[in-house]
């Protein structure tokens, strides 16, 4: 049968390395967010990353755009940037549905 062992001893040092923890774990996390949302980082995104700031179903509707002349592309080497100032404008025309708008904001 295991002994009692008086916590209360011990109690600010288990304090101190959960608080560390916690502190560590959302550096982490918020690291891991800046990455996701760096779109600020480039003012021309890909055309995945288009299709996410645009919160479309698949990166089909942005090619659809381009295809329409919607919204125009810029070619980099073998790569597709479109204008993140472009599909800002976008969605101020209001060409995106309220509800996209508001999670894309």
Same mark, same amino acid.
């Given at each position: 049968?295991?002994?009692?062992?008086?916590?209360?001893?011990? %109690?600010?040092?288990? %304090?101190?390395?959960?608080?560390?923890?916690? %502190?560590?774990?959302?550096? &982490?996390?918020? /690291? +891991?967010? @800046?990455? +996701?949302?760096?779109?600020? @980082?480039?003012? $021309?995104?890909?055309?995945?990353?288009? #299709?996410?700031?645009?919160? #479309?179903?698949? =990166? +089909?509707?942005?090619?659809?755009?381009?295809?329409?002349?919607?919204?125009? =592309?810029?070619?980099?080497?073998?790569?597709?940037?479109?204008?993140? @100032?472009?599909? %800002?404008? $976008?969605? /101020?025309?209001?060409?995106?549905?309220?509800?996209? =708008? &508001? &999670?894309? #904001?």
């Amino acid at each position: 049968m295991p002994v009692p062992v008086q916590l209360t001893l011990f %109690e600010p040092v288990f %304090e101190a390395i959960v608080d560390a923890a916690a %502190e560590r774990a959302t550096e &982490r996390v918020l /690291e +891991q967010l @800046a990455g +996701q949302l760096s779109f600020g @980082a480039s003012p $021309y995104l890909t055309v995945p990353e288009a #299709a996410d700031y645009l919160r #479309a179903p698949s =990166r +089909q509707r942005v090619d659809d755009l381009l295809t329409a002349g919607k919204l125009s =592309r810029v070619k980099e080497g073998g790569r597709t940037l479109i204008r993140r @100032a472009e599909l %800002e404008a $976008y969605i /101020e025309r209001g060409s995106v549905s309220p509800a996209r =708008r &508001r &999670r894309a #904001a």
